[in-house]
């Protein structure tokens, strides 16, 4: 019962808009209190501690850093550049630009937040200009967001990894093939609302100037392909790989001219906030976690599931829709760090593949975000093109139709996930 108080005073405070983290806090004071363990808080502490020792983690602030460095060293306009000579022929280009920028993006931030608010700016007054609706501008590049959490590097992903006991460079790998299913399928779709609706296309640019922007932003969409080259040659280690990205991301800003000190001042404050942050969160939510253990909160439900649902479909589609609720509420971090070990035991119960579970679990978690009225995108959308809440969550509901079916092709062909980690590392 203890572990049913603790998640229920979770979710209770959550609900009510408390901050997550001390939501987090809250809850595991309560599980300490109702299991009596008052006079034995240096047990709380412990379990905080062995949270977060992790060589895993260890890269979390570095990988943050770089993402930080590189986005606020203005390249957001050659990655624009570039998709815009790539795609921008196409009917609708503009609209298509958007999402490759978004795919090419990741590999630099990995994040949906970061995407929305440097490339939001740089897209929608774009598109505007060229006669696209302003909502449907808003509502397409809140989608097209959700491509970085499972592009590398990514940092959902490492939080998976570490709560997983998964490996890193498995995980990366099986997260590119996915990405590249999600831009197909946006890319598809849009290629249809664009025809039906008559959007403009751009210029065909001369094989000249494609060469050019291709060149000029060749070092930036280098970023990706040297971090996990390293990885995958054993070159690096996680770690190791995260402070390359931040001396690639200095080595850049050097090469490009635009990295000044106010550009690392600012870097290293936003890093050293977001990690403090997550660290805090990591180490309390194992201290919840370890309260729900001591329950056997994991093992009564996986009894309970693997009793109650026979197929493993079945499972999978409920797994789907609960993702979507809770991405909506909480945040990434406290939904991975608590939710994942609780489900460890089913999903080994039912056979399904780690790596495979962390790759759609990130990317369904991510739609949360986009989901109203609670998702953070289309807060960060209003923002970005001045539209009322209402609009940007209209126009960006469409969209969740062709990222559904994206996730469901993701979950339900494992190979689409376990084809690149199994052909580089060999099947586990």
Not at 9 to 30: D, G, R, W
Not at 97 to 125: H, M, Q, R, Y
Not at 354 to 378: D, K, N, S, Y
Request: neutral net charge; glycine residues 8%.
């Amino acid at each position: 019962m203890t572990g049913l108080l603790v998640l229920a005073t979770f979710v209770l405070l959550a609900f009510l808009s408390v901050p997550i983290l001390t939501s987090i806090i809250i809850a595991a004071a309560t599980g300490v209190m109702a299991l009596g363990f008052t006079d034995k808080l240096g047990i709380v502490s412990q379990q905080m501690l062995d949270g977060i020792n992790s060589p895993t983690l260890l890269s979390v602030p570095f990988f943050i850093l770089a993402g930080n460095l590189l986005n606020g060293l203005q390249l957001t306009d050659r990655i624009f550049r570039f998709a815009n000579n790539i795609v921008g022929h196409i009917r609708g280009g503009l609209a298509q630009v958007n999402i490759l920028a978004s795919l090419l993006f990741a590999g630099i931030s990995g994040a949906a937040v970061a995407d929305c608010a440097a490339l939001g700016t740089v897209e929608v007054k774009a598109m505007r200009e060229r006669g696209y609706p302003a909502p449907f501008s808003a509502g397409l590049t809140a989608a097209s967001s959700i491509i970085g959490p499972i592009f590398p590097p990514s940092i959902p992903l490492l939080l998976f990894a570490f709560v997983a006991n998964a490996s890193v460079g498995r995980l990366f790998l099986a997260g590119v093939v996915p990405a590249i299913v999600l831009l197909a399928v946006l890319m598809s779709y849009v290629h249809i609302v664009a025809t039906r609706r008559n959007f403009p296309r751009e210029p065909r640019p001369p094989l000249k100037e494609i060469l050019l922007s291709g060149i000029d932003g060749f070092l930036t969409l280098l970023a990706p392909g040297i971090i996990l080259g390293a990885m995958l040659t054993g070159f690096t280690t996680a770690s190791e790989a995260g402070v390359l990205a931040c001396l690639y991301a200095m080595a850049l800003g050097i090469w490009y001219r635009t990295l000044t000190f106010r550009v690392l001042l600012t870097a290293f404050r936003e890093t050293a906030v977001l990690s403090t942050i997550a660290l805090l969160m990591i180490g309390f939510s194992a201290c919840v976690g370890w309260i729900l253990a001591f329950d056997m909160v994991p093992q009564r439900l996986a009894d309970f599931i693997l009793g109650s649902i026979d197929a493993k479909w079945q499972f999978l589609l409920i797994y789907l829709l609960f993702l979507v609720l809770i991405g909506c509420v909480f945040d990434a971090t406290a939904a991975l760090i608590i939710l994942v070990p609780i489900l460890l035991p089913i999903v080994d119960g039912f056979g399904i593949d780690r790596v495979h579970f962390g790759i759609f679990t990130v990317l369904t978690l991510m739609v949360g975000i986009l989901t109203p009225p609670i998702g953070i995108a289309l807060y960060i959308m209003m923002d970005v093109a001045k539209l009322p809440f209402e609009e940007v969550a209209r126009a960006t509901v469409p969209f969740l139709v062709p990222i559904m079916i994206a996730v469901l092709l993701i979950t339900f062909v494992p190979g689409i996930s376990l084809f690149l980690p199994n052909l580089v590392y060999g099947t586990p």
